[in-house]
């Protein structure tokens, strides 16, 4: 076996990727040492990129939306063995001392690990994982679509189930973009009816195509007149940054409704108190998953025919194809693949 494999990292931030030849890591105990085929980019990646989060140790190799083959284990890695194909998102790993991970929830770890931040990720021909982070793929799942589903899809999938809304209720998607289109199909498959909402017309044959029930135009209706007429909405996903949006939505809440903050807004949103007691709504946010969910997410999406859509680029195209994400016109999630794409 050789022992070089590329990466792609950030060296300085704010700087473009570097493509640097590195040697292949060995596993030690409780990791696995994945060989990667696939690695989404996610708008998380600028963080690592323009250097927006702290205590980040450079050079790093960026990527949470990873789709691989255990390649080699170290001890006590239980029942994950060489050949099971695997998925990695942004969990990866957590401290098992904090308050949460004292009471079982991991995700909300203040000591979190992150692939691509806190250790090497997804960018790269081959990295170690902690056994903890690594979620089985389903046979009739490709790499490229299993990627996305690692961030973008087990955000709006787990934060949708977590609702509180049922199999019949209104769910409104507000935003058709990455997270979006897949949280319209997630809605569909779980039994809402179905509204997506975004500005313009342009979107709403696609919303039609990805099962929405309903469309709501942002820039020439009234959202929350439109979501009333509909009973209001048990849920409403904010998957779009756009402030004024999301304040325009509030008061298509159902009694009991919800919404659900995935996208991090430009400013801070404003919250009309009266209908939120009256009806008892709420805002909450809601961070991913752990790998259990992840792979809930995927089992779900082969099961029901999930897809995200991708753009592809080999591995050493990370910085057009991360360029593209940035600029807001990728359709809808950016993939890279690097040699080992096609194994099995
Ligand atoms: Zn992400
Ligand atoms: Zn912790």
């Keep these: 076996m050789a022992k070089k494999m590329r990466a792609v990292q950030v060296s300085n931030p704010k700087k473009a990727f570097e493509i640097v030849e590195k040697d292949i890591p060995s596993p030690k105990k409780g990791t696995a040492r994945v060989k990667i085929q696939a690695c989404g980019i996610c708008h998380s990646d600028s963080f690592v990129k323009e250097g927006l989060f702290p205590n980040i140790q450079y050079p790093r190799v960026p990527g949470h939306e990873i789709a691989g083959v255990i390649d080699a284990v170290g001890e006590e890695v239980g029942n994950w063995k060489v050949g099971d194909r695997i998925g990695i998102g942004w969990y990866g790993g957590h401290c098992k001392i904090c308050e949460s991970c004292r009471r079982g929830d991991f995700i909300t770890c203040s000591n979190p690990q992150v692939p691509g931040i806190t250790y090497d990720g997804g960018y790269q021909e081959y990295m170690i994982a902690p056994i903890e982070a690594l979620a089985l793929v389903p046979e009739n799942l490709s790499p490229a679509e299993v990627a996305p589903l690692m961030c973008a899809g087990i955000t709006t999938f787990n934060a949708l189930r977590h609702s509180g809304a049922i199999a019949g209720d209104t769910v409104a998607i507000l935003g058709i973009g990455g997270l979006g289109h897949l949280a319209i199909q997630y809605a569909v498959k779980m039994g809402f009816r179905t509204v997506a909402i975004a500005r313009g017309q342009e979107k709403a044959t696609l919303s ?25 909405a048990k849920a409403i996903l904010a998957t779009a940054t756009n402030t004024k949006a999301i304040n325009d939505m509030l008061d298509g809440l159902s009694v009991n409704g919800k919404l659900v903050l995935l996208g991090v807004p430009e400013a801070p949103i404003s919250v009309p108190v009266l209908p939120m ?3 008892r709504r709420s805002v909450e946010g809601w961070p991913c998953g752990t790998s259990s969910d992840s792979q809930d997410t995927l089992s779900f999406s082969a099961m029901t025919g999930v897809r995200s859509t991708n753009q592809i680029f080999p591995l050493e195209k990370a910085e057009e194809a991360y360029q593209l994400m940035m600029s807001g016109k990728a359709r809808f999630r950016v993939v890279l693949q690097t040699r080992f794409s096609e194994e099995i």
Aim: net charge positive; glycine share 14%.
């Design 208 to 232: 039609k195509k990805l099962g929405a029930h309903h469309y709501i135009d942002s820039k020439n209706q009234n959202v929350s007149e439109e979501l009333k007429k509909l009973g209001g």
């Design 277 to 279: 007691i009256a009806g």
